[in-house]
């Protein structure tokens, strides 16, 4: 799945003279955490997130007068003194999985989205990512995701395919992660039905483990001292 389809095209853009006022009542207006600094031709110049505007606002440890007076004059600065200047950016032919990678590695919240040239043409946020995700796991329909943790051995798959299969049970998606042993493998199929009991003991008593989905991912968490 490629940028190109996942990625909003309705942009929300800024100037870099519109004020830190007017890009805050923006945002907060759209709903959005990530506004585009684009110049008069529509090259990307940078990009605002709420962060960079908390970031510019005084300290609440300020008496209130105090306070109110200087963020009266920091919503007067333009955008372009706290906009975060030459953005990582990608382009559309990009894929969605390269794009999760970029976000994770960086950590940031959305990539605007340029061609060749430098023109803005759409940005990519977690809430798109989310979207696609939704979309390709087939979660959108009523389910039951299970967590099948297995030893890594040829045929396993088809093993719990069969399982499944067998009971009538249509599958939305699979998901194979890995675990804390090397030698296995956690299985996530999402169950296009709420009635589970049976398959799951079916599960269990072809030497299959089943855990919660939820203890799974709190086990992955890393450990403190």
């Known amino acids: 799945m490629f940028v190109s ?5 309705n942009l929300i853009t800024a100037g870099p003279e519109m004020t830190i006022l007017e890009a805050k009542t923006l945002m907060s207006e759209k709903k959005i955490r990530h506004l585009p600094v684009i ?45 975060s200047k030459n953005p990582l950016a990608i382009y559309a032919y990009y894929t969605i999985q390269d794009s999760l990678l970029v976000m994770q590695k960086r950590k940031v919240g ?25 979309n390709v796991m087939n979660i959108d329909e009523p389910g039951t995701l299970l967590c099948i943790i297995v030893t890594e051995r040829q045929g396993q798959m088809k093993r719990i395919v069969d399982i499944i299969t067998e009971e009538k049970i249509s599958l939305g998606s699979v998901l194979v992660a890995r675990v804390w042993d090397k030698e296995k493998r956690a299985v996530f199929p999402y169950l296009l ?18 855990i919660d989905p939820m203890q799974w991912y709190v086990d992955q968490l890393p450990k403190r001292d």
């Not at 389809?5 to 095209?9: K, T």
């Not at 997130?49 to 510019?56: G, K, L, V, Y």
């Not at 109110?68 to 333009?78: G, I, Y």
């Open 110 to 134: 959305a990539l605007p989205v340029i061609d060749e040239e430098g023109y803005l043409k759409g940005i990519l946020s977690t809430r798109d990512l989310l979207r696609a995700f939704v």
């Open 193 to 210: 039905t709420n009635n589970v009991a049976k398959v799951k003991q079916k599960l269990i008593d072809n030497g299959f483990t089943l």
């Open 39 to 83: 110049d008069q031709a529509g090259k990307l110049i940078g990009i605002v997130s709420d962060r960079d505007i908390r970031d510019a606002m005084p300290s609440i440890l300020l008496p209130k007068e105090d306070y109110d007076r200087n963020l009266a004059k920091v919503m007067d600065f333009p955008v372009r003194d706290i906009m």
């Open 5 to 9: 389809e996942r990625m909003s095209r």
